[in-house]
């Protein structure tokens, strides 16, 4: 580019976007619950797809993700492909609002923001920004771990008709050793999972963005095509793939923990060795096909309709 006569000197460096107000915090805190509820209606029949693979006797026994989606329509229906979204839909409003929400305060907070390094958005170390989404993850998870217990509560069930919400909080709440402990079943299995996903996650798609306008020079203001279509679904794209490779091993663990009787295991570690134990080392990566399925899809939704109501309301892309 040419510069105008009278300046002493180009800009030395990409120039990161103004940071956010903390009126504009709150809102994207909402934001984020918004588009996590979206994702999780879409990506919704991936996940209860993947809950019954994980919970079959064997990896043989789980089959595809298509076998084993085509099993629950055929015999329950297709709306049993959704059971659980109800919990599901709560849990976004608490868990995603909080791990999408707290990731740029938490940066600022921890020195990960770019205007701790000049303003160079190249400058930020990656195990920063790690830090930040594992940190708002775990705190996110540590709110909606109950809902997480409802949703796979619902997700494994078979019989028909369904029963509802109401219900399952019933059981669950009659169940040793009250409440509000068992409430918390498995909680230590989805805040550990939380804190790798949001750490994989927020870290990936923040690192994606700026590898992709900082060093491949993208742009998110010369068009929509290049903001939406290449660093905004380039970046979820690569955040899918990354958060199912994470978090499988978490996820298995944690469907199991949720899904068996209190106190069968005494750790996270005791259900992997149980799951090794019983399918083999591959037993741990048990539906990862419908886990990418879902993950993919959802980072893809969650991230391009955040940064759209972001945009909508006058807030700088991540």
């Keep these: 580019h040419a510069w105008a006569p009278g300046l002493v000197s180009p800009p030395a460096g990409p120039v990161a976007a103004m940071p956010m107000t903390r009126q504009q915090q709150a809102v994207n805190v909402g934001l984020a619950g918004a588009g996590g509820v979206v994702a999780q209606f879409f990506t919704h029949p991936c996940e209860t797809t993947m809950v019954r693979q994980q919970l079959a006797g064997s990896l043989a026994e789980g089959g595809s993700l298509l076998s084993m989606g085509s099993r629950i329509v055929r015999e329950e229906g297709v709306r049993a492909l959704w059971r659980g979204f109800e919990a599901g839909a709560v849990r976004e409003v608490l868990y995603s609002s909080l ?183 591959l037993g741990v990566y048990a539906g990862f096909g419908a886990q990418w399925a879902r993950f993919g899809p959802y980072a893809i939704i969650q991230f391009i309709a955040w940064e759209k109501l972001r945009e909508a309301l006058g807030i700088p892309p991540i």
């Design 99 to 281: 791990r999408f929400g707290l990731y740029e305060p938490i940066k600022t907070v921890i020195g990960a923001d770019p205007s701790h390094y000049n303003n160079d958005p190249r400058a930020v170390p990656f195990w920063k920004k790690m830090a930040a989404g594992c940190a708002a993850g775990a705190v996110g998870s540590a709110l909606a771990s109950p809902t997480d217990l409802l949703k796979t509560r619902m997700q494994r069930e078979t019989r028909l008709p369904a029963r509802s919400l109401l219900t399952h909080v019933r059981e669950i709440a009659a169940e040793p050793p009250g409440l509000p402990w068992n409430l918390y079943l498995g909680a230590g299995a989805t805040i550990t999972r939380a804190a790798v996903l949001g750490g994989t996650k927020m870290a990936v798609y923040d690192h994606s963005k700026m590898v992709m306008k900082h060093h491949l020079g993208f742009s998110e203001t010369r068009s929509w095509a290049e903001k939406v279509l290449v660093v905004q679904l380039g970046a979820s794209v690569l955040t899918g793939l990354a958060v199912t490779a994470t978090t499988s091993p978490l996820t298995n663990a944690r469907t199991y923990i949720m899904s068996v009787p209190p106190g069968t295991y005494s750790s996270l570690a005791h259900c992997l060795v149980d799951i090794v134990r019983r399918k083999g080392p």
